[in-house]
C-alpha cells in the first residue's frame, strides 16, 4: 500500500473538493434534522397507529440501501485503488449483512416464527451490531484519509485485497450473527417484550451514541471535510446520532421516537447512497460531454487525415511508419508503389528498403541508420531499383526519429517521395542556363578572337606577299605569336569556367605557393599597393592544381590593383573554416564540413549588390573597353568549383572587397609526385633533340595538326609514324615496327580516346612510353582527368614545350 497525494486521483464525488455551496446544503439538511429531532423528543415516547408492514418494508429498504452503496463503493475502490473507499465498502457491506440477519430475526416476516434466533433479544443486539458499523468504519476511514493523503493498493493487489476484505467482512457479520443467537444468554439483557429501556440503562445504546460522535469528531478533524464525500458522510453520522436520540428515549417498538428514529437510520443510509447515485450521474454526464468532445476531435484529425492525405497525393508523397524494434510499419498506397509495387506489400522492413537501394548509395544510406542514436531526423536523397520494372528512381526520404526513454530510437515516421522528375527538370534547366551562358560568352569571344585572328591573319598574309625582308618578317611573325598566346589564353579561362579543362592536382600547402608567388604577385599589382600575407601555421593541405590556383589568385590581385588605381593595401589571408549547412543551403552540389579558407581583401571603392550578383558571370565586366575580358571572376569561379570548393564575395562600397576561396581540405598530406619536380627541374633545360634515333607514333585525327607535329618532331631528329584512329595506331603496334613513344590526341572519333589507346597500347608493348595532348577532354574523360602517370602536353603548343616534354617522357624510362 502507498500514499499520494488525493490531487493525483482522478476527480470524482469522492476526491473532488466540496464548494461553498455543497457544504452550506450540508448544513441546512443537518439543521433540518436537529430541528426535527428537537420538535419530536417531547412526544417520543407516544404511541403510533399500528403499522404491521413497516417492520419488513424498512428492513428491505435498508438492505437494498446498503447493499447499492456496497456494490458503488468496491467499484469506485477497483477504479481508484483507494484504501480508504475500500474501508468504506467493507463497512457498508457488514450494515449490510447485519440487517438481513436482523430481518431473519423479525417474527411472521419471511415465515412463521423467527428464522434467526428464538427471541426479541437476538433482535436488539443485531440493531445494536449494525449501529455499531458505520461509526466504527467510518472512524477507520477518517484514519487513513489524515493529511490529505489518500491510500492505494498496488495495481497487482487490488483485486486480491478486495476479496480478501469482502471474505473477512462476511466472516465478522456471521460470527456476530453466531453470537446474537446461539450465545445471546451470555451478552447483557437488552430489551424486555417491545420496551428496549434496557438498552439505554445498561449503557449500551449511549456507547453507541458516544462511539458515533467519536467517529464524527475524527472525520470532521483529520479530514476538515475537504470532499463531497467526506462531507456528506459527516451528515449521515449526524443522522444516525439524531436515530440513536430518537429511539433510546422512547424505549419501545411503536412509538413516535422509534418510527422517526427509523427514518432518520434509513435516510442516513441514503445519503451515501445518494452521493453516488450522484457520482454516477456526473460520470454519465461527462463521459457524454467527453464523447461529443472526442467525437469533435475525432471529425477535425479526420479532416486533417483527409487534407494530408491530399495534400501527400498532391506532392506524390507517401506516408509511413516503422518500429524499428518489431519492424512493423503502416504505408499509404502511394508509398509502396514508389518503390514498384501494384499491390501494398505484405511486409515493409529496414531491409527490405536497403534492399532497393542501389549499390552505390547504399553504404551512405546503411550508415544513415546505424548512427539513428544522436539524431532527430533521417534526410536521405538516394537511388532505389524498383520492383517488377527495376527502373532506376532517386528518392527524398524524410522522417521524424522518436527515441525511448533510454535514447534508442524505436520509431521513424515520415514521408517520401520519388523526386526522379524533379531532377531531370533542374537538369533541364541548368541545361538551359548553360545554353544562356553560352550565348553570352559567344559575343565576347566572337570579339577578342575576330581580333586575334586579324592579327594572325593579316600578318601572315604580309609574310606571305613579302617573305624576303627578314626583319619584317620575324616582326610580324612574333606580333602573330603574341596574338595566338593571347587566344590560347582566353581559351584556357574560358574551359576553367565550364570546369572542362584537364587538371593535374597534388595535395599541396596552399600557404607555400603563396609565399613563393608573392614577388609575382607584388610585380603584377604594382609598387603603389602593399601586399600583406597573413598565413596560418596550422593550415590543412588540399588537392588541387598548383597552377591554377597561382592563376586564381593572380586574377584576384589583378582585379583588386584596378579597384585601388591610387594604390592601397592588399591583404592575403589563410585559415582553417568551417562551411555549415546554412551557409551552403543553395549549393547542394556542396557537403558541410571542414576547409580551408583563402581570402583576398583589397581596400579598393567596393561593389554594390548588383554587380556582386552578376562579378562571376563571364564576360562580365565594369571596367573600360579594352581594359578586361569579363573572364577573370568566371575562371575564378570555375577553379573553385573544380576544386569541390566555395567562392562567395564580400563587398561594401568605399571599404573594399574580400572575396573568399573555401577548398575542401585533404584527409592527409601528400608528397608532391615525382613527375612534377622533374617537370619543374625541366622547364629550364635547353632544348633536346632525339639522339638515339627514337620512333615516335603520332595519332591526331586533325590532318594539319598531325603534320605540324610530325614537322616538329622531325627537327627534334625524331623518326615519325603516323595513325589517325585509334585503331590504325593499335594495328601499327601490333607490327614489327620500332616505336620508343606514343603521342596521341586525347579526343579522338572512331569509339576509344587517347586515354584508352594507351591503355591498349601498354598492354601490347609493357616498355612503351606515352605522351597525351589535349586542349579539351570534357566529353572524353567521365571524371575530367588524366591518370596521374601519363604527361600530358596542352594545346595549343609550340616546339619548345614538345622537346622539353618528350625529354620528360624518356628520363622516365631510364
Excluded at 120 to 130: G, R, V
Excluded at 160 to 174: E, I, K, S
Excluded at 447 to 454: A, G, I, P, Q, R
Excluded at 806 to 812: D, M, P, T
Aim: glycine share 8%; charged share 20%.
Amino acid at each position: 500500500m502507498s500514499a499520494t497525494s488525493s490531487d493525483a486521483i482522478l476527480p470524482t464525488l469522492a476526491t473532488a473538493r466540496a464548494g461553498t455551496a455543497q457544504r452550506l446544503f450540508g448544513v441546512l439538511v443537518s439543521l433540518g434534522f436537529a430541528a426535527a429531532t428537537l420538535v419530536l423528543f417531547p412526544i417520543a415516547s407516544a404511541p403510533i397507529s399500528p403499522m404491521p408492514g413497516f417492520v419488513p418494508v424498512y428492513q428491505s429498504a435498508l438492505i437494498l440501501v446498503y447493499a447499492l452503496t456496497t456494490y458503488l463503493l468496491f467499484t469506485q475502490y477497483r477504479r481508484t485503488r483507494s484504501a480508504s473507499l475500500l474501508v468504506l465498502g467493507a463497512g457498508s457491506l457488514y450494515v449490510t449483512l447485519v440487517v438481513f440477519a436482523q430481518l431473519l430475526s423479525f417474527p411472521n416476516v419471511l415465515s412463521p416464527g423467527r428464522l434467526l434466533g428464538d427471541g426479541p433479544d437476538t433482535t436488539t443486539w443485531l440493531w445494536t451490531f449494525w449501529h455499531l458499523g458505520p461509526p466504527v468504519f467510518a472512524l477507520a476511514y477518517a484514519i487513513l484519509e489524515r493529511g490529505g493523503q489518500t491510500r492505494t493498493v498496488t495495481l497487482e493487489r487490488v483485486h486480491q485485497v478486495g476479496w480478501l476484505t469482502a471474505a473477512a467482512v462476511v466472516l465478522a457479520a456471521l460470527l456476530t450473527s453466531v453470537v446474537v443467537t446461539r450465545y445471546v444468554h451470555l451478552l447483557p439483557k437488552s430489551v424486555d417484550g417491545d420496551n428496549y429501556w434496557l438498552v439505554t440503562t445498561t449503557g449500551i445504546g449511549p456507547g453507541i451514541v458516544a462511539l458515533t460522535m467519536a467517529a464524527l469528531a475524527t472525520l470532521v478533524w483529520t479530514t476538515r471535510l475537504r470532499t463531497v464525500l467526506q462531507l456528506w458522510l459527516a451528515v449521515s453520522l449526524l443522522l444516525l446520532v439524531f436515530d440513536n436520540a430518537m429511539t433510546l428515549p422512547a424505549a419501545s417498538r411503536g412509538t413516535v421516537g422509534w418510527f422517526a428514529g427509523r427514518l432518520e437510520a434509513l435516510i442516513a443510509g441514503l445519503i451515501v447512497l445518494g452521493v453516488y447515485l450522484r457520482e454516477v450521474d456526473f460520470l454519465y454526464a461527462r463521459a457524454e460531454t467527453s464523447a461529443v468532445e472526442r467525437e469533435t476531435e475525432r471529425a477535425k484529425l479526420q479532416l486533417a487525415r483527409d487534407n494530408l492525405a491530399l495534400a501527400l497525393e498532391a506532392a506524390e508523397m507517401g506516408d509511413w511508419e516503422l518500429d524499428l524494434r518489431s519492424q512493423i510499419s503502416r504505408r499509404t498506397p502511394r508509398h509502396d508503389a514508389i518503390f514498384g509495387y501494384d499491390e501494398p506489400a505484405a511486409n515493409w522492413t529496414a531491409e527490405i528498403f536497403l534492399h532497393h537501394v542501389v549499390p552505390e548509395d547504399l553504404p551512405t544510406v546503411r550508415g544513415a541508420f546505424e548512427t539513428l542514436s544522436g539524431r532527430d531526423r533521417l534526410d536521405l536523397d538516394c537511388r532505389i531499383r524498383r520492383a517488377g520494372d527495376g527502373a532506376l528512381r532517386w528518392i527524398a526520404l524524410r522522417a521524424k526519429v522518436y527515441h525511448s526513454a533510454q535514447g534508442q530510437p524505436q520509431m521513424l515516421a515520415g514521408v517520401v517521395m520519388d523526386t526522379t522528375r524533379h531532377r531531370e527538370a533542374a537538369e533541364r534547366i541548368n541545361q538551359a542556363q548553360k545554353m544562356e551562358a553560352i550565348g553570352q560568352l559567344t559575343g565576347g569571344v566572337a570579339h577578342d578572337f575576330n581580333n586575334l585572328l586579324t592579327i594572325i591573319v593579316g600578318n601572315l598574309d604580309m609574310i606571305v606577299r613579302k617573305p624576303d625582308n627578314v626583319p619584317r618578317v620575324e616582326r610580324l611573325a612574333t606580333s602573330a605569336m603574341t596574338a595566338a598566346r593571347r587566344g590560347a589564353e582566353v581559351t584556357e579561362k574560358l574551359l576553367a569556367f565550364s570546369r572542362r579543362q584537364v587538371v593535374r592536382p597534388e595535395t599541396v600547402n596552399p600557404n607555400r605557393l603563396l609565399k613563393d608567388f608573392r614577388g609575382l604577385l607584388q610585380q603584377a599589382v604594382g609598387e603603389a599597393v602593399e601586399i600583406r600575407i597573413d598565413l596560418d601555421a596550422s593550415l590543412d593541405p588540399v588537392r588541387l592544381d598548383p597552377g591554377q590556383f597561382e592563376n586564381a589568385v593572380l586574377n584576384l590581385a589583378v582585379n583588386a590593383r584596378d579597384a585601388m588605381p591610387g594604390g592601397g593595401t592588399l591583404t592575403v589571408k589563410t585559415c582553417n573554416a568551417h562551411l555549415d549547412a546554412d551557409e551552403i543551403a543553395n549549393r547542394p552540389d556542396l557537403k558541410p564540413g571542414a576547409y580551408v579558407l583563402v581570402a583576398i581583401t583589397d581596400t579598393g571603392h567596393g561593389m554594390g549588390a548588383t554587380t556582386m550578383a552578376r562579378a562571376f558571370e563571364p564576360f562580365f565586366t565594369t571596367k573600360d573597353v579594352g581594359r578586361g575580358t569579363g573572364l577573370g571572376l568566371s575562371q575564378v569561379y570555375g577553379f573553385v568549383q573544380q576544386a569541390g570548393g566555395h567562392a562567395q564575395i564580400k563587398s561594401v562600397i568605399g571599404t573594399g572587397t574580400t572575396v573568399e576561396l573555401y577548398l575542401p581540405r585533404t584527409a592527409a598530406i601528400e608528397r608532391a609526385s615525382e613527375e612534377s619536380t622533374q617537370g619543374a627541374a625541366d622547364t629550364a633545360l635547353p632544348l633536346r633533340r632525339a639522339t638515339a634515333g627514337e620512333v615516335v607514333l603520332v595519332v591526331e585525327d586533325e590532318p594539319a595538326v598531325l603534320e605540324m607535329a610530325v614537322e616538329s618532331l622531325t627537327e627534334l631528329g625524331y623518326r615519325t609514324l603516323t595513325a589517325t584512329r585509334a585503331a590504325e595506331a593499335l594495328d601499327r603496334l601490333s607490327g614489327p615496327d620500332r616505336i620508343d613513344i606514343l603521342f596521341s590526341d586525347v579526343v579522338m572519333p572512331g569509339g576509344m580516346n587517347g586515354v584508352q589507346l594507351s591503355v591498349e597500347a601498354r598492354r601490347m608493348r609493357p616498355g612503351l612510353r606515352i605522351l597525351l595532348a589535349s586542349g579539351y577532354t570534357g566529353t572524353a574523360l567521365v571524371d575530367g582527368t588524366v591518370p596521374p602517370d601519363v604527361p600530358l602536353l596542352n594545346k595549343p603548343y609550340q616546339r619548345e614545350d614538345l622537346a622539353n616534354t618528350l625529354h620528360v617522357v624518356l628520363a622516365r624510362g631510364r
